[in-house]
């Protein structure tokens, strides 16, 4: 199977270097498409021979989109810059014989915060489809937790190996994606029609929280899996929070006469 390998990335000059570096073990062709950074990401990816595509940001799974319709070859394996495929992984891969494209490759995550790793609740049962035929499927295009679209017949096959994921490297920077993770949720549930309720705002993030730190043991990860699970409460909380301010927004303009649509007949004969 011959692969080709597009990352998407944002000022990850801290990891971007190991990324690339196990991504050429894997093949010649690694896309990198980056959206405006002001650090080394880009000079780093070129010095590795990546290609660099500068792009505008339109959603993660769009920009994913737009790489694999640049890639050399069909297969495509997906990574962000923060994650790092190991090497029983990159062995998997380049043994993979050629299967019928409808086959999507499902793959084992281990997360890492603040450059330790994360064993328990949700963090540490992750597993994500990241290799995929572009002829087969493509992203889809939310805001935000893009999901690849699985068609009627598709087989998912787990690869053995992990993808070391360094995604909470401080507290602060945690909480900061995860609020700005859930101001985009709540413009993609605008969009779907989704309403705010009593439930969703008070019960669903203590529920989350409960789920994450008791029921799968994140408790165990220490202080570690307290800052996650409260993380993770506070984002459920925060997005329909959010939701709740856009829809009034919303509301607010259409009955104050903003953005209405006057259609204009011209009743002369």
């Known amino acids: 199977m011959t692969v080709s390998v597009v990352i998407i990335t944002k000022n990850e000059a801290a990891t971007i270097g190991r990324c690339v570096a196990a991504a050429k073990r894997i093949t010649n062709d690694v896309i990198v498409m980056d959206n405006g950074s002001t650090d080394e990401t880009t000079d780093i990816a070129l010095n590795h021979d990546c290609r660099v595509y500068q792009e505008k940001w339109y959603g993660y799974g769009t920009n994913k989109n737009h790489g694999a319709a640049l890639a050399r070859h069909n297969w495509i394996l997906s990574l962000d810059a923060d994650e790092i495929p190991d090497d029983e992984l990159i062995t998997a891969i380049q043994n993979l014989q050629p299967e019928t494209d409808n086959v999507i490759y499902d793959i084992r995550f281990r997360a890492y915060f603040g450059g330790k790793s994360v064993r328990f609740g949700t963090w540490g049962r992750d597993h994500r489809i990241r290799l995929f035929n572009r002829n087969y499927t493509c992203w889809s295009e939310p805001l935000v937790h893009e999901n690849l679209i699985k068609p009627a017949g598709g087989v998912i096959k787990k690869l053995p190996g992990l993808v070391h994921h360094y995604s909470g490297k401080s507290p602060e920077q945690y909480r900061a994606k995860t609020m700005h993770y859930a101001r985009l949720n709540a413009r993609n549930y605008l969009r779907e029609g989704k309403k705010t309720t009593t439930v969703k705002l008070y019960l669903a993030p203590l529920f989350h929280f409960l789920k994450d730190y008791i029921f799968l043991l994140g408790i165990l990860d ?48």
């Open 222 to 269: 220490g202080k570690r899996g307290w800052l996650i699970a409260n993380t993770v409460a506070q984002y459920t909380r925060a997005k329909y929070q959010y939701l709740k301010q856009e829809t009034e927004q919303k509301e607010k303009n259409y009955y104050t006469g903003e953005n209405l649509l006057v259609e204009y007949q011209n009743h002369s004969h």
